[in-house]
């Protein structure tokens, strides 16, 4: 982290809630500074004007215009559905693209961005956050040096209970993505990390989902309540991946290797919790009674950017990396669009395995031109504006029926709490 820029990026933001924290890093950061911000909400914009009125920026609610504005890169804070037609549309236009989560909705949104990115030539990359955490990024180092040898089982865990927030990420919207999405769609914060960690392609998977679904029905939500994807890993090893709503919050991984394991603090051990890394590995694969035992926080956990950046810290390192690879750092470490649809497609691919009775499903490779072919013209999702045909259901047992006095409800929280 000590290469200084000779040249500041130009960067534009589209999402003043979620993109608030790259903002942040562009105002502090010594390659990046921040030009434009758009969104389609004015409320958003008017706080935005305000925040920013001391500052040389540049506010548009149209995003077509917004791409026409002169500057280097774009972030993606905009809805987790859109972000793949945004990218697009950004390279297009000759920016370099950071997407929040979710990459894309479908396979023919997967097969255009992969496209588009190797047409252009621009860096895209995938800001999956979790990665950047300081015990599983601690993880990844120590796993490339072979520290507990070749992976064999991995859990990762994001368990968000949202009910306390859904008027704040909803606004009341019935057809806000939240509402319409399915329980293994925003699957990469839990599994993101494992992928990061052993740069292993996901080759297959089996889905499941959680039915008991009270808290989200009286929220709006129509999907299941939480999502598990069993994953294959191409050189064998399984990975467990869990997340959705259950009532109490996790934030966990755990990597088991040949000569080894390491794991990141539980929440409710109140010990370090992700800024700790627990490390039991042996010299060698069957060296029993070898095992070095380490348990400590990461320089990473101790750092200012860790205290002042949201998710322990993860904001600033994963916009801090993909401006350096814009400069050319040969050392930035950014999730590319291969890997970013590595953590996306077992999520995908799990819902279809869940509809199809938990019957396994194999995980297309789209490095391979042959097999994007395939899939090209699929648009099976449950966003009834991009689906056309194949809409799917939303919940495994069909997409039920809200009364619109829930949304209603919903709405008049987030009026109450946005005027205040």
Not at 289 to 318: I, L, V
Request: negative net charge; hydrophobic residues 35%; contains cysteine.
């Amino acid at each position: 982290m000590e290469h200084k820029a000779s040249k500041k990026i130009r960067v534009g933001v589209i999402g003043g809630r979620r993109g608030h924290s790259m903002m942040k890093y562009c105002q502090v950061a010594d390659n990046a500074e921040l030009v434009a911000i758009c969104d389609f909400r004015d409320d958003v914009l008017d706080e935005m004007r305000n925040e920013f009125k001391d500052h040389d920026i540049a506010f548009f609610k149209d995003y077509d215009e917004f791409l026409t504005y002169d500057m280097d890169a774009v972030v993606l804070a905009n809805y987790a559905n859109e972000h793949a037609p945004f990218a697009i549309k950004a390279m297009k236009s000759g920016k370099h693209v950071f997407s929040e989560v979710l990459p894309v909705q479908t396979m023919k949104e997967a097969v255009e961005l992969i496209e588009t990115v190797e047409q252009t030539g621009l860096v895209y990359a995938y800001g999956e956050n979790y990665c950047y955490m300081a015990a599983p990024y601690e993880m990844r180092k120590l796993y490339k040096e072979g520290k507990i040898g070749e992976l064999e089982y991995a859990e990762g865990e994001y368990v968000h209970n949202c009910e306390p927030i859904w008027p704040e990420i909803t606004y009341g919207e019935e057809d806000h993505w939240r509402n319409n999405m399915y329980a293994t769609f925003y699957c990469t914060h839990s599994l993101g990390p494992i992928i990061h960690i052993s740069s292993l392609r996901p080759v297959s998977v089996t889905g499941f989902v959680g039915q008991k679904n009270e808290r989200n029905l009286r929220c709006g939500s129509k999907a299941d309540l939480f999502g598990i994807e069993m994953v294959t890993l191409e050189n064998g090893a399984i990975v467990k991946s869990i997340h959705g709503g259950l009532y109490k919050n996790s934030i966990w991984y755990t990597v088991y290797g040949s000569k080894g394991r390491m794991e990141c603090g539980r929440e409710d051990a109140r010990d370090g919790h992700i800024d700790k890394i627990y490390v039991n590995s042996d010299d060698y694969s069957g060296a029993y009674g070898s095992e070095k035992y380490e348990a400590y926080q990461p320089d990473q956990a101790s750092s200012e950017n860790t205290a002042k950046f949201g998710h322990g810290g993860s904001d600033f390192y994963s916009m801090y990396n993909f401006i350096e690879k814009i400069l050319g750092n040969e050392n930035a470490d950014t999730i590319d669009v291969y890997e970013a649809l590595d953590m996306f497609l077992p999520g995908m691919f799990a819902y279809r395995s869940a509809l199809n009775g938990g019957k396994p499903m194999a995980i297309p490779n789209l490095r391979d031109k042959v097999v994007r072919e395939i899939w090209r013209n699929d648009t099976a999702c449950t966003d009834p504006k991009v689906a056309g045909d194949m809409l799917l259901p939303t919940s495994v047992s069909g997409t039920p029926d809200i009364d619109p006095a829930v949304y209603a409800h919903i709405k008049s929280i987030w009026d109450t709490k946005k005027n205040k």
